[in-house]
């Protein structure tokens, strides 16, 4: 940070020796100092990022603005939802967040069975972080899946969702593999970072030690292409092995093309 100055007075700014260190990272280091305090523009951006952080968990879910591009590219989308009644229910009640209303069951015990893989989106506790990666990332992923001759169900969106609602999804659907795509708890850097949780045979109860973590989904983290290669990757290996989470490595090669495809993936 340049010392700023006053005509025949000390600098205001005394600029920090770390500052050139965040060409490297988004972390808040080098921010340098006015007098004992962080200087203004600093205090501001951090007063900004907190808002951001804020707004993303409070935001509503646009479903229909997530479906419409998957949709136009011939994905059939439910509209689901879960068991709280409100967003502040959502932020208070997590456990109703893992089930599912019971007019999303109703629904879903009227659709077909029997499918190699079911991708679902939720919003979890950053709508932001679907708005902008979800439809994209499943754009990318979907067709290497299909390509494979994996039999996909619909895509699954649901309100107010944490993790496990994807577990009673997958059951009801009889999928051996699902996929989520949830908003991850937003940082002050990253108010719009998505996760990517995978299961092998998740059931009702089924606990995280079962599933496999692809995280800081985002332009700026991991690159939407590279998480579809590294998806597609433990997705395969999850049903070579018939299993997911702990016990199933990441051992993937940076050449790995996904579902022996021969498609190759380059980041974004």
């Not at 921010?31 to 808002?51: D, M, N, Q, T, Y």
């Not at 390509?147 to 969702?161: D, F, H, K, S, T």
Request: some cysteine; hydrophobic content about 45%; aromatic content about 4%.
């Amino acid at each position: 940070m340049a010392a700023k100055t006053t005509s025949g007075k000390k600098p205001i700014v005394t600029p920090d020796p770390w500052r050139a260190l965040t060409r490297f990272t988004d972390a808040r280091i080098g921010l340098g100092r006015c007098g004992g305090s962080l200087p203004l523009a600093e205090v501001l951006a951090f007063k900004l990022a907190h808002a951001q952080a804020r707004d993303a968990v409070w935001l509503p879910l646009d479903m229909d603005g997530v479906a419409a591009p998957l949709e136009a590219a011939g994905h059939r989308c439910l509209r689901l939802a879960s068991a709280v009644a409100d967003r502040g229910e959502f932020l208070t009640r997590p456990d109703k967040g893992r089930t599912l209303s019971e007019a999303s069951k109703t629904l879903l015990a009227g659709e077909p069975t029997g499918f190699d893989l079911c991708l679902v989106v939720g919003d979890g506790l950053s709508a932001r972080a679907i708005h902008e990666n979800a439809a994209p990332f499943l754009l990318r992923f979907a067709p290497l899946a299909r390509a494979a001759g994996l039999r996909i169900a619909p895509v699954c969106l649901v309100a107010n969702a944490r993790v496990a609602v994807a577990d009673a999804i997958a059951e009801t659907l009889r999928a051996t593999v699902v996929a989520m795509c949830i908003g991850e708890r937003p940082g002050l850097s990253s108010p719009n970072s998505m996760g990517l949780y995978m299961t092998y045979g998740a059931r009702t109860g089924t606990t995280d030690e079962a599933r496999n973590c692809i995280s800081n989904v985002r332009r700026g983290g991991l690159g939407l292409d590279l998480a579809a290669q590294k998806l597609a990757y433990l997705m395969e290996e999850a049903l070579r092995i018939k299993t997911s989470g702990v016990q199933l490595k990441d051992t993937m090669p940076p050449n790995y093309l996904p579902f022996a495809t021969g498609t190759p993936v380059l980041d974004v």
